[in-house]
């Protein structure tokens, strides 16, 4: 039962390709005087990094749940920390090959050359420190077979932790001029990813775990629920902090790639705290008293993977993304940012119970004239962005309040009794609206997105309307919420 649970962080794989495919990242560019990368090493790496960070994370979980939140040190957990600390070991072992290939753009054959792997791994600083993690997860992988207490389960914790940081003093943030912040707080977002998901996904197989006691269940799972609210609040806190020592200006962050993953990054974590905050209201209090209360837990923590999974094949794709230099008027707002926050904000927002009486008084009672705004909101919004009249930052600020507040609208009229004709009607205007703003963007003179990036948007966008129609049916996780109160106009 658990095992499928994890699975859903498989959902990060489809993403990571295909956002990077719609940023040309897997495509040789063979650009005049620069060695050119194999297409193998520009798909590999990124899948490569993608098992590295759900090795770390589920290493991470299975021994802070196993070794330290458990009423007793679980011995099957520790087994798993060690099995999934040497899938991230010969994880970063690929990362040695498959770096030289892309540094000096070299067929793979050719990477495993021992005289340039050696100058690698003891000239640059991203060899040396990948050196330092390969030896603490060599650790990690004997010493998690060892635990036998408290001592020994903190220890094991303490290498793993400063293994899964220690990327954070290489790639962008190493490489960034505010050095000192950018890594630590990208070393505490690494950390907190790793506990957090990780560890929920190991309180679920705990808990599942044939013969636990409800007492265990319900100390370790209450343990967990504490020490995950810690984690939400340091890895927002350090990714905001992070974002904002590399984007310049909330311009860019919707009308750059980089921005955009940022926004959809934030996005996903809205929606991760509401599930979360529904978990522990509705499954984590009743866990040692209520029989169906594991049912309760492994649902929403389903959900919670997928989405978290989500979040990491998004990271991925942004530590492979350069970041942007700022953004100036006249700049395009990427359709992607026009579906974020119009359709898929204004979703959390509806799901988390944002909906005012009045509101959903009017919005109800003629749904459709909403799907229309909110098409035209994002017709209107990109030409605001786009014509330049206004500084860059205002413009932003107009538009992504027109974007939110039709998009709220829109999603209280869908998710009313007459709702369904009004997600169709969008779900039909979406497709050339969006076509249309791309299309006037090229018309306009500038580099347009291209129909890869615009027909994800448009993916992303249809996916959030089914997702209204699934909340419709209460069929996102809302188990055992009181129905919110509906008002029938005649
Ligand atoms: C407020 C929300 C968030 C913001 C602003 C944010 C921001 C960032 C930034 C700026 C980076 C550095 C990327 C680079 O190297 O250029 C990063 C990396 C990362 N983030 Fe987040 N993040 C957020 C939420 C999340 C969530 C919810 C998850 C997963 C559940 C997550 C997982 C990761 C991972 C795994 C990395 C490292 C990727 C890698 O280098 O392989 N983040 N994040």
């Not at 495509?27 to 990368?37: A, D, S």
């Not at 792997?117 to 993690?133: D, E, I, N, R, Y």
């Not at 954070?168 to 990813?193: K, N, R, W």
């Amino acid at each position: 039962m658990t095992r499928r649970v994890a699975l859903g962080l498989l959902a990060g794989v489809p993403i990571l390709l295909l956002v990077l495919a719609t940023l040309d990242a897997l495509r040789e560019t063979g650009i005049p005087g620069l060695p050119v990368v194999p297409w193998q090493t520009l798909w590999a790496l990124p899948l490569d990094r993608w098992i590295r960070d759900i090795a770390a994370a589920l290493t991470l979980g299975c021994v802070v749940v196993g070794g330290l939140l458990a009423p007793r040190p679980d011995a099957r957990l520790l087994r798993a920390a060690s099995l999934c600390a040497v899938v991230w070991l010969v994880a970063l072992a690929c990362q040695i090959p498959l770096t030289v290939s892309e540094l000096l753009g070299r067929p793979w054959a050719d990477s495993l050359d021992p005289v340039i792997v050696a100058s690698l791994l003891t000239q640059t600083q991203l060899g040396q420190f990948l050196v330092v993690q390969i030896v603490l997860v060599g650790f990690v992988v004997i010493l998690g077979w060892a635990v036998l207490g408290r001592v020994t389960g903190a220890v094991v914790l303490a290498l793993a932790l400063a293994a899964a940081m220690l990327p954070a003093l290489s790639g962008h943030s190493g490489l960034h001029s505010g050095h000192t912040a950018a890594s630590i707080s990208l070393a505490i977002h690494l950390a907190s990813v790793g506990v957090w998901v990780g560890g929920l996904i190991a309180v679920c197989a705990y808990v599942m775990s044939p013969g636990r006691t409800p007492t265990d269940a319900g100390v370790t799972l209450r343990r967990f629920s504490v020490l995950a609210l810690v984690c939400v609040l340091l890895l927002a806190e350090s990714g905001l902090l992070n974002a904002s020592l590399r984007v310049d200006g909330i311009a860019t962050l919707i009308t750059t790639p980089y921005g955009t993953l940022i926004l959809a990054k934030s996005v996903l974590l809205c929606a991760l705290v509401i599930l979360g905050w529904r978990q522990r209201r509705y499954a984590v209090s009743g866990i040692d008293t209520e029989p169906g209360a594991r049912a309760v837990l492994l649902r929403f923590a389903a959900f919670e993977v997928v989405l978290m999974g989500l979040a990491i094949g998004l990271a991925v794709a942004l530590s492979r993304t350069a970041p942007p230099t700022g953004a100036i008027a006249g700049d395009r707002i990427t359709t992607a940012s026009l579906t974020l926050l119009a359709l898929a904000l204004p979703l959390v927002l509806v799901w988390a119970g944002a909906r005012p009486a009045p509101l959903v008084r009017i919005t109800e009672a003629y749904p459709e004239p909403f799907a229309v705004t909110v098409v035209v909101a994002a017709i209107v919004a990109s030409i605001i962005v786009a014509a330049g009249a206004v500084p860059i930052g205002l413009a932003t600020l107009v538009a992504g309040v027109i974007l939110v507040l039709a998009g709220w609208a829109f999603a209280l009229a869908a998710t009313g009794p007459r709702g369904v004709p009004a997600i169709l009607l969008a779900m039909v205007l979406w497709i050339p609206a969006l076509w249309w703003t791309a299309l006037s963007w090229t018309a306009l003179g500038d580099p347009a997105e291209t129909p890869l990036q615009v027909g994800l948007a448009i993916l992303a966008g249809e996916g959030c309307l089914a997702l209204l129609l699934l909340l419709r049916e209460r069929r996102l996780p809302r188990t055992a919420e009181p129905a919110p109160a509906t008002v029938s106009v005649p």
